[in-house]
């Protein structure tokens, strides 16, 4: 699935509960579940802070998602983060260009618009 963010630019990097990960051309992408960076398994984001602040004004190369809602990025730098999908959890979402793109509990990947209400069976992770 293509989501329409290759070769964008990260400008900005937050995270509480979830990372979130601001793009050049305004697309927002969250991550609430564990975060698989350059190999290392991230299963908190503030402890990994230093890791993560260094995507800041990083290229984003390519953006794939598989069919069971596996989302790698993979950075012009050769870097690559990977997120799995979560069986309780979504695992990440999308919001760009009018729409969100999120992978749900257990991996499906599913698509509505912006404002729209969370699928019942869908609810942000921690």
Known sequence: MDL?????????????????LHLNNGATLAIGSD???????LTEFASSAPILLARLHSDLKTAKVSRTGVLT???ADGASWVVGPDANYEAWRLMHRGTTVVSVPGGKVVTWPDGSRYPENSSPRR
Do not use: P, Y
Request: charge should be negative; proline fraction near 0%.
């Open 4 to 20: 329409g963010i290759d070769g964008e630019t990260v400008t900005m990097i937050s995270f509480s509960h979830e990372l979130w």
């Open 35 to 41: 975060l698989v960076v350059d190999g290392e398994l």
């Open 73 to 75: 990025l993979r950075f």
